[in-house]
């Protein structure tokens, strides 16, 4: 500011009258290390407003999801007012949490509706995902940024729901009705968070329920709702008290990776206990399997663990019918694709997906060269105890372990790499744009590309 | 009607006198407080546990009448105060370490005032002191309210009510209102002498207010969204108290940007020997007669020195005089020079030799030094460590 004086040097008065004082002892004081946040500040601005903001947001979902079970339950309701009654329900919710797309689910779910009643001839497989294909594009382009990156895994939910249907439909030409149809994409239970779950779950939600008595199911929601939480204080606060803000590159792009999965665990966990709540069986109520991802064997195992009915549904209608017509290699592709136009058309997740994609394939067909090689059970997917046809296994030697155990970490650096773009900058409310994406992976020097270029290298010239 | 005129000037002239004389006592009515940080050590007359400080005489002789106050209705805070006093302390000798000036302090005794007659002068190195202290009775009084240890701040959960933010998903329902207290009481406490009368008294009211300032500020919100695949379908919210370097850190950015500030223009007409001075409102000693309400007390706008430069804006530092130099011990004010500190021969900067010494020249020693080396972690949870005899070169200034 003011640059007239020489901030350092102090010479412009140098008289002064020389005068007795008692000269006093001074003080050593000894420098405190950089202070943390204690543990009560922790709770007090971090744990505390988190978990109460998120139970006082989250509380009218699971009033709702209440009222769904006891409809679905109630034996006095036919079964067409039962679907009415779950579109009412999947409206408010929608209207509560995310109005801004409730017109565009409603055209949606309309349009995929009447192009079921397409003939079979006009109409080839890649007419089913036109519509929903249109709408997240048309969303991308003329929502506003903040709105659409709100909306977007509502939107993608139902539009996963409407393919489905549309390939089961064309598969055993079998029409649902429309209340059962609108009933099953507004179903309030996973309309929010997900998962998706098929048609034929919803439509015998209200057959099992009354044969699918737990005595325990209570506990589950509880167990579920009370992980939920602890992944939200995690991804929260516990991550950036663990870890601090003037750590290694590493430890920080591990600490934002772990708070964006954690934070994906929450959303998951949230859905598990809705849909125990909402009265659909305990099998389909798995959704994540965090341990399975924290300590992961290989990134296949990741990515089939991170959601795992998207997955199923990956699987069925898109890997499956694609690895006809594409082989292999392009059914990967094709299916990392679809999954990356589901996302919305967006830069940053893309790039991850395919970067995924890309590693998964590698990654898989190298250890099951190396494992051919060696006879172990070094490949991707886990072998079964009592189905291993390898000689060599974890439990008679060490050096398989110690391969795995290898790999293990290798998906463990991959995943610091690819998830620690989704923090807390100011873009995440508007999606990641293309250029945060390359400035974060080129702090990191693109290493984890590099390795796996260096992995490709590896496995093409052993082939 | 002339000779009112002359009479008036003259009025003027003896009462800025006098206010030239009493300059050094009114520096120092309201920062005696600052020798609360020593109050309860050992060293002192009366030896005193903390829990005892209240009754502590030492502490009530450094405090004011309306401080004993709020000390009183406010139990608690005095720790706090002592608490924040003392991290103030340790902040401003490690920001200026490595400087002639490192923030030196004396052995408290009535009536003497902590860090020594340097803050008689209106200089950077004083308005430093002033913002870093009552930076830190506010970050120490927030911290204490989040700790509940101080009861007459408490979090009333149902008046936080935000305005409504445009994505409508989202309300704090934390505890936001500690920042506010601790701006606030130390605004009651750290304030008290200052009326903003003259000029000194303005630069001090300004710095104080550019340290709370800098605190509030680097209180923070932080966010994060959740939802399926990174999606913001729920986003939730925290605050994050700053830690006390950063505001260290950048109180010492201001310090070397420091403004110079002047009277403002109605003491200039004054000094024309123009006698027209009632409507001057806030300068001069009669403003004070007719009384500062508390409003404007922080209302006013300093005026810089040089007038090609911007005003001073609210977290500025602003200072009145040059800084004396402090190479060579001045026991006027209290300054000891740099005759035995530690230098860097390496450097080239005000740590280094050439310039901590002012050009004396300096020695240079080898001493062994006992050090803790070779730690290891035991599990769990002990850290054992060995001890190292290691050879060091130190520089003194002679």
Redesign the interface.
Known sequence: MDNVEIPIFYDDEPDFMEHDYLQDVEYEYEYEDVERETLFELYQYCLRPTIYDTVLYLLPLFISTIIFRLCAYSQHISHKTFHILSILIGICNIYRYVAECLYTLLILCTISYVTLHIPKRYCKYVGIFLPSLFVITYCEFSMPSIIWHKVRGVVMTVAMKTISVGIDKFDTNDLPNIYAYMGYMFCSVTCLFGPWISFKDYISIRYVANQFKDKWWILYIIQYALLSFLFLSISNCWAQWIINDTSWKWLLAYKDALSFRMSHYFISYIASSLLLLGGFPFALSTIVKPLQIELPHSLVHVVICWNVPMHFWLKTYIFRPSIKYLGKFGAVTMTYLTSALLHGLNFQLAAVLLSLGFYTYIEFQLRSLLANIFDACIASKKCIKAKCTHTYNTHNSWWVFLTNVMFSGLSIFHLAYLGLMFDTSELQETGYSYIHTIEKWSQLGFASHWVVFATYCIYFLMR | MRLWVVIGALAVAINASIAEITRNKNRGRGSMWWGIA?AGEPNNFLPMSPASLHMDPTVYATLRRKQRRLARENPGVLMAVARGANQA??EC??QFRNR?WNC????F?RGKNLFGRIVDRGC?ETAFIYAITSASVTHSIA?AC??GSIQSCSCDYTHQSRPPST?R???????SD?IGYGFKFSREFVDTGERGRNLREKMNLHNNEAGRAHVSSEMRQ????????????????????P???VVGDNLKDRF?????VMVSNSDRVRGNGNAIVSNSASNSVHGHREGLGRRHRYNFQLK???PE??P?GPK?LVYLE?????CEK?????I?GTHGRQCNDTSIG?DGCD?MCCGRGYKTQEVTVVERCACTFHWCCEVKCQLCRIKKTVHTCL
Not at chain 2, 169 to 175: I, L, M, Q, R, V
Not at chain 2, 322 to 326: A, G, I, L, N, V
Not at chain 2, 330 to 334: A, E, F, T
């Open positions: 020593k302390i340790v000798q490690h002639r030196s302090t004396k052995n005794l950077r911290r989040s700790e994505t998903d989202w309300e704090w329902g934390g505890c500690n932080e966010c994060k969204c959740h939802g399926m695949s990174g999606s913001c379908t729920v986003k939730t919210c925290w605050m994050r108290l830690n006390f370097r070397d940007g420091a403004s110079r810089p020195y040089n430069h911007k001073p500025d040059p800084s004396p130099p402090f001045n026991p006027k004010l209290g000891l005000v310039l």
